[in-house]
């Protein structure tokens, strides 16, 4: 529960809602795992050096925003911004653009960790958007996907999972636990229990963000299997399994920046049409470069 009952829907912004900040217009561009592809970054950086400040700024959810942007009457982003992002493929949908919070092991599929799940992910992010009842979900509400190196065990996840092996996983249900599932169901899974949660939220301003501030559990709880609680530390910056953490300085990704990125991206990485090949924004403000495409 809260410790004061909530009396105003989330104000966490997006591309189609933008906070009011003192610069400008600030939106948010969601990203599943933290991954874009180089022509999408490249592309955002263009966004930012045309219509705001010229950088692009991570979040501690791996996400990225955009600052001093220009506002239309309505205080919505004018819609000649809207379309940039949006032929970058980083708007997928209108409808449900706040409520794609889903963070991922930034190493998952590039080394160790038990289980890939990137295609969990993708999958994840694909059913989410197709249920149409889920839009209205709170856009702080967050899903948390660990691959079972541990490095998500201390984000507050309202949903999400810790792979157990390469087909099991543990079920997080807010600072609890439900249980063990296939990870081949672990989509409908997830979006069952995220129904609950809308069910048992309540309605209006008053209602609940978080699967933590309902006064009754989602689900009995459950022990948690003791390979499900696994901790790491942050990844750290430099050559790591996998790739290259770059650190963004104070979080804030400057154009040259961004250009060594996708530079260090396209003389790591060996398959795949350039600029299509994918970096990883990761929580603890920096860009994990793969060294190759898996």
């Not at 592809?37 to 996400?63: C, I, K, M, P, W």
């Not at 409908?188 to 939220?201: G, W």
């Not at 609940?208 to 696994?230: D, M, N, T, Y």
């Amino acid at each position: 529960m809260t410790a004061f009952p909530r009396t105003r829907p989330d104000q966490c912004p997006g591309i189609l809602r933008p906070w009011p900040a003192h610069d400008g217009a600030l939106a948010r561009i969601r990203l599943v795992g933290g991954r874009i592809t180089a022509r999408a970054l490249a592309g955002l950086s263009a966004v930012a050096r045309e219509y705001g400040d010229g950088s692009l700024h991570l979040t501690a959810r791996a996400n990225l925003q955009l600052r001093a942007l220009p506002s239309a009457g309505n205080g919505a982003l004018r819609d000649d911004v809207v379309a940039a992002i949006e032929r970058l493929g980083l708007l997928p949908s209108r409808s449900h653009d706040l409520v794609r919070n889903v963070m991922v092991s930034p190493q998952t599929g590039l080394a160790a960790g038990r289980a890939d799940l990137r295609p969990l992910a993708t999958a994840l992010d694909r059913a989410l958007r197709a249920d149409e009842a889920l839009a209205d979900l709170s856009a702080k509400f967050l899903f948390v996907l660990d691959d079972g190196r541990g490095d998500l065990a201390d984000v507050r996840a309202d949903l999400g999972l810790v792979a157990l092996g390469a087909d099991e996983a543990h079920l997080r249900v807010g600072d609890g636990w439900g249980g063990v599932v296939r990870l081949a169901e672990a989509v409908p899974r997830l979006l069952t229990l995220a129904h609950a949660f809308r069910a048992a939220r309540g309605g209006g301003p008053s209602a609940a963000w978080h699967v933590g501030e309902l006064a009754a559990p989602l689900v009995p709880a459950e022990e948690p299997q003791p390979e499900a609680l696994v901790r790491s530390g942050p990844l750290p910056y430099g050559a790591v399994a996998g790739g290259r953490h770059v650190p963004a300085p104070d979080g804030v990704l400057s154009p040259a920046l961004v250009a060594e990125l996708v530079a260090g991206l396209m003389a790591g990485l060996r398959a795949g049409p350039p600029g299509e090949r994918e970096l990883v924004v990761t929580p603890w403000r920096g860009v994990l470069i793969p060294e190759e495409a898996r």
